[in-house]
């Protein structure tokens, strides 16, 4: 099985800032990778697929970038409502996710 | 627009097999597979498994001993049933539909790409 590692845990960052959550896969997922957005009580939704692709209606200051085993996910000029916790999975072999990374307001 | 409503019990007995429903809208089970997704409170998300638009499905290893999927296309539902539940099976229940993006080399990439809202299942005695 694929395992995912993602970085770091929880993240406190300013408003305006730019942010970096990186994700490490076990072994070459060939850009099988999407990053999910859940906010608290809601359903996870999807942000970027196959590492870089911006999903329909997604703001553009989420970009996604990587290969073979690195990944990440970039918020450009951090918003309120970009609070919330961020979750990597690749699907080039089936699917496992990583253990999600919580970004709070400082 | 696409949509996924999951329905279900919340509160299980240990040992009981549960179900849940999918009821989805706004695209055909005959076109995209369904996938369940599980999340124990405050933790991370786990795939268990999905039915794919010819009916055939795939599992996780990790309870494919006690899980089934199955479908209605008619009534565009799928269902998830799960047999012998332990306390540590209490979470939240999504499902999501599967999305072609694609593939490499024999692999093909099915991302979810819309999910329903969950449905909380607790096991408890």
């Known amino acids: 099985d694929i395992q995912m590692t993602q970085s770091p845990a929880s993240l406190s960052a300013s408003l305006g800032e730019t942010v970096t959550i990186e994700c490490r896969a076990s072994?070459?997922?060939?850009?099988?990778l999407a990053w999910y957005q859940q906010k608290p009580g809601k359903s996870p939704q999807l942000l970027i697929y196959?590492?870089?692709s911006l999903h329909t209606g997604v703001p553009s200051r989420f970009s996604g970038s990587g290969s073979g085993t690195q990944y990440s996910l970039k918020i450009n000029s951090l918003q309120s409502e970009d609070v919330a916790s961020y979750f990597c999975?690749?699907?080039?072999?089936?699917?496992?996710f990583g253990g999600g990374t919580k970004l709070e307001l400082k | 627009q696409v949509q996924l409503e999951e329905s279900g019990p919340g509160l299980m007995q240990p040992s009981e097999t549960l179900s849940l429903t999918c009821t989805v809208s706004?695209?055909?089970?005959?076109?995209?597979?369904v996938g369940w997704v599980r999340q124990p409170l405050g933790k991370g998300l786990v795939w268990m498994g999905t039915?794919?638009?010819?009916?055939?499905?795939n599992y996780n290893s990790a309870v494919q001993s006690r899980l089934s999927i199955s479908r209605d296309t008619s009534k565009s539902q799928v269902f998830l049933k799960m047999n012998s539940l332990q306390p540590e099976d209490t979470g939240t229940y999504y499902c999501?539909?599967?999305?072609?993006?694609?593939?490499?080399?024999?692999?093909?990439?099915?991302?979810?790409?819309?999910w329903g809202q969950g449905a909380s299942v607790t096991v408890s005695s």
């Open positions: 999501a539909r599967h999305a072609d993006r694609g593939y490499y080399g024999y692999n093909y990439y099915y991302v979810m790409d819309a």
């Open positions: 999975q690749q699907y080039y072999d089936y699917w496992t």
């Open positions: 706004g695209f055909s089970l005959t076109s995209n597979g």
């Open positions: 039915i794919w638009a010819g009916g055939s499905t």
């Open positions: 072994e070459d997922i060939y850009n099988g």
């Open positions: 196959n590492a870089n």
